[in-house]
Every structure is written in C-alpha cells, then in structure tokens.
C-alpha cells in the first residue's frame, strides 16, 4: 500500500488511455473518488466498426490536456495537492498507452512526484473496491473486457493468482463481433444487451463450450463462427433472421458458460465472494443471472457501479494506492506494454 505521508490521506491522480477512453481521475486513499473525467471516442470509431488504433492515439494526444485539468478542476484540486501520479502502462493499444504513459512522466517529472506504473487488468479487477466501501480481498474476480477475460484468485490487493482466462476471444470481442455480424454498430455489446430483451434464448440452440472437465478456462472465438452458419443457413432457405432472438440465444450460450465456471472456481478455491468486472460486467442479463446463481450457492456478488465498468481513471488511481512498490526510481525509463497479462 502506497505510503507517502504517514497515515495522512494520499490523494492519487490516475490516467488511463489504454483504447478509446481518455481519462483522468482524483482519488483518496485509494476508495473516494473525488473525480473521474472519461473522454469516450467511440463516437469517431463507430464508422470503422471497431477502434482504429492511430486515430485512437492521435485523439487521446488532442484531448489529454482537457481532460486532466477537467478533472482537476472537478475534484477542486490543484497539481500541488497531488502525492502520486498513476498511468495504466499496459496491456492496451501501444500508441495511446504511450500518449497516457508520456503525460503521465511529463507530470512526475515537473511535480516532483513519485510515479505508479499500474496494470490495467488488475484495475478492473480492484474496481469494485470504489463501488463498496468495506469490500476486501480475498474474493474471486471475473474480469471480462473488450480485450481480455480472466478468472483470478485476489488472494490480498497486491497478490492476485490467474485460475482461469480465455484461450482466444474476450467476452466483450465476441459480442463486439456477433454484434456485427448482426448488423449491430460498435461497440455492440450494450446494443445486444438491448435486443436481447426482447428475443427467446431458447429460440437457437449454439453451443456451449466447457473445455476440459475441470478447466476454468474460456473459449469464445467459436460462438461467432455458429451465429454466422446459423445467420447464412437461414438466408440459404429464405427465413428471416429474428435477430432479438440470435442476440439472446447467443447470450444464453456464452452466459451460461460464463456464470457456471465462475460459481465453481468459487467453490474449489473455497472463495465466499465474486466479484464480477470489466466493460460486460454492465450487461443485464449477466447480472440477473449472476445474481440468482450466486444466492443459490451462499456466494456474495459485487458489481464495480456502471461508470467503472469500462475504462475509467478512477480504478488506475485506486489500484495505483494498494502498488506496495512505487515505481519512481525508473519512472523516466518505463515503457507501456501492450500484451501485459496479469
Ligand atoms: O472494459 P472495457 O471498456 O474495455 C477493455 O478494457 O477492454 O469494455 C468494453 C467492452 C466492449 O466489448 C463492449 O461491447 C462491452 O465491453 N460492453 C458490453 C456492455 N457494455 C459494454 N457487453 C455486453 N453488455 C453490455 N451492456
């Protein structure tokens, strides 16, 4: 745990620029969240159909400024009030991971501040700490993202122990890629989220993969290649395509999946606590299920709030206060890392 000035309150700055969210966050103690700007560019993507890594950079570079002084100016902060500057150095896109890493040095340098290069897994992972106030490790966490999905022991808040990923896609890339499929724009998640409720899950039966018996590991890359064939074989005979009904019923298959692997890494690893993050832990369907499952097995469940779900500074500072090392001594010389893993 970070600590700067004896047991006085440690106020973090965080920035995240990870993918297509700039944002810059003011928390203290590493739970209250005095402000966190997101600047979202998902506007610009949208006509590309997924993020567009060099226009992501080049807007991360346009709006890095704003954002910070926006934040600070939200949180009633001056720089000097700051004790650390957090930056998400990986994994992400390696050019806006660069932009956030280089305004965050620049920070460090001029203010004399120590600076905390932080993992932007294990900030969703730590997420729902900003959510619940007496919320503490150890718990099991699920973090499910556009980018990665994993199952991890948080054994304390630095000692965290992978018993689980996806082997290909992430959960939130199937979506994005079904949502496409579907005609859906990005990001296509929330989009399915909607149209799923108005569809019958048990209208097409995909399939559902396990893996190895006892594997708490995912597959994913398999659901999309199964909604195109169904999508192609109902064109083939001349049916229409109900697609509220092929966004539940994809969302029954992976779901299931999902909340199954989850309760049983629970139970294995003797875990009393999940808690469920990343940008698909806002689905709605998700939670309902979860939340049903996870009283039937006696396990307690937490949600980071919805603005912490996605990217977001205000977890980078947050994770950035339980670092026990403070990067400072080669905080000139670090890198991002864009295939970081946990
Ligand atoms: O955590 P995040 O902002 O990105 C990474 O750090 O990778 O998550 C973005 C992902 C996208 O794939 C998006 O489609 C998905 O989260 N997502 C959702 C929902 N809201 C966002 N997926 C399903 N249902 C939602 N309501």
């Given at each position: 745990m970070?600590?700067?000035?004896?047991?006085?309150?440690?106020?973090?700055?965080?920035?995240?620029?990870?993918?297509?969210?700039?944002?810059?966050?003011?928390?203290k103690n590493g739970r209250e969240?005095?402000?966190?700007?997101?600047?979202t560019q998902i506007p610009i993507h949208v006509e590309y159909g997924g993020v567009v890594p060099e226009i992501a950079s080049r807007n991360h570079l346009i709006k890095i400024s704003d954002v910070v002084d926006n934040a600070l100016k939200k949180a009633d902060c001056q720089l000097e009030d700051v004790d650390a500057i957090a930056v998400t150095k990986g994994p992400g896109l390696v050019g806006?991971?660069?932009?956030?890493?280089?305004?965050?040095?620049?920070?460090?340098?001029?203010?004399?501040?120590?600076?905390?290069?932080?993992?932007?897994?294990?900030?969703?992972?730590?997420?729902?700490l900003l959510s619940y106030p007496?919320?503490?490790?150890?718990?099991?966490?699920?973090?499910?993202?556009?980018?990665?999905?994993?199952?991890?022991?948080c054994h304390d808040y630095d000692e965290i122990e992978v018993v689980g990923a996806s082997r290909d896609d992430a959960?939130?890339?199937?979506?994005?890629?079904?949502?496409?499929?579907?005609?859906?724009?990005?990001?296509?998640?929330?989009?399915?989220?909607?149209?799923?409720?108005?569809?019958?899950g048990k209208a097409i039966d995909f399939p559902r993969v396990y893996l190895e018996p006892d594997s708490l590991d995912f597959s994913f890359s398999g659901i999309k290649t199964a909604v195109l064939n169904y999508i192609n074989s109902q064109k083939q005979k001349g049916l229409e395509i109900n697609?509220?009904?092929?966004?539940?019923?994809?969302?029954?298959?992976?779901?299931?999946?999902?909340?199954?692997?989850?309760?049983r890494a629970c139970q294995k690893h003797n875990m009393d606590k999940l808690v469920v993050s990343g940008g698909?832990?806002?689905?709605?369907?998700?939670?309902?299920?979860?939340?049903?499952?996870?009283?039937?097995?006696?396990?307690?469940?937490?949600?980071?709030?919805?603005?912490?779900?996605?990217?977001?500074?205000?977890?980078?500072a947050s994770a950035a206060f339980y670092v026990d090392k403070l990067n400072n001594e080669d905080s000139l010389r670090l890198n991002a890392n864009p295939a970081l893993s946990l």
């Open positions: 970070v600590r700067i000035r004896g047991d006085e309150k440690v106020l973090i700055l965080g920035i995240e620029s990870s993918c297509d969210e700039t944002s810059c966050a003011l928390v969240v005095l402000s966190n700007e997101i600047y806006a991971l660069l932009v956030g890493l280089n305004y965050a040095k620049a920070l460090s340098y001029a203010l004399k501040k120590p600076l905390i290069a932080v993992n932007h897994l294990k900030g969703h992972l730590l997420s729902p007496d919320l503490e490790p150890p718990y099991m966490a699920l973090v499910v993202s556009g980018g990665n999905s994993y199952l991890a022991i959960l939130g890339e199937a979506y994005d890629k079904v949502a496409r499929t579907l005609g859906f724009e990005y990001p296509g998640g929330p989009k399915i989220d909607k149209a799923a409720k108005q569809g019958d697609k509220d009904d092929v966004a539940a019923s994809f969302q029954e298959a992976v779901l299931e999946v999902l909340v199954n692997k989850s309760i698909v832990a806002a689905n709605s369907r998700l939670r309902g299920l979860f939340n049903k499952e996870t009283a039937q097995n006696n396990i307690a469940i937490y949600y980071p709030a919805f603005e912490y779900c996605t990217d977001n500074a205000a977890m980078i």
